[in-house]
């Protein structure tokens, strides 16, 4: 009898860790069809997948969750922008006008960042925001003056000869973090608050 019991529970268990098993993959393939979707039509669609799908469950299916997890990826891109940016301008190869050059660029990244973290305190508040809509107002203000910088940066390099390797290697990061910025925006854009 009680080899019966014993197999029994043991049975409820095997199927029980099924269920529960399959219920998450479900979920999680819930939430990266959401990313997928909240991001097909964005303006850099793979771009957005690539960025967003390894969050997708932090995101659920919450557009709110996603457009801040989307700005949070934008600081993080200027983060490392930055830092590519700041390492070429201390190269010792670099003209006098390089490094002014790159220095306008770091300021434009910097101000990028400020209000992309501008962006994320304003967006994180949102609900309990008492004017929904002057919030988001702020936040697609904010984030369009970060993408604003963030291009300004590569107006300089149009200016004078600069060192093609170098110019590539800003061009790239400006680029990507742009993209990621652009796909942000898209987002905050497209939120139902």
Request: proline share 2%; glycine share 2%; charged share 20%.
């Amino acid at each position: 009898m009680e080899s019966k019991i014993l197999v029994i529970v043991f049975l409820i268990m095997l199927v029980s860790s099924q269920v529960s098993s399959s219920t998450t993959v479900t979920l999680e393939n819930t939430y990266s069809t959401f990313v997928k979707t909240s991001c097909s039509s964005s303006t850099y669609p793979a771009a957005c997948r690539k960025s967003l799908l390894p969050y997708a469950s932090t995101v659920k299916t919450d557009p709110l969750r996603l457009a801040t997890v989307a700005l949070s990826t934008a600081l993080e891109s200027a983060n490392t922008t930055l830092s590519t940016v700041t390492r070429l301008s201390k190269t010792k190869r670099i003209t006098e006008w390089e490094a002014a050059v790159l220095n306008d660029c770091i300021g434009d990244i910097k101000d990028s960042m400020d209000e992309i973290k501008s962006s994320i305190d304003e967006i994180s508040g949102i609900s309990t925001s008492v004017d929904k809509s002057f919030a988001i107002s702020n936040v697609q203000t904010w984030t369009s003056a970060a993408i604003t910088d963030e291009n300004s940066c590569l107006d300089g390099f149009d200016e004078g000869q600069m060192n093609p390797a170098v110019k590539k290697k800003i061009r790239n990061s400006i680029l990507n973090l742009a993209t990621v910025s652009s796909n942000a925006l898209y987002l905050i854009n497209h939120l139902l608050v």
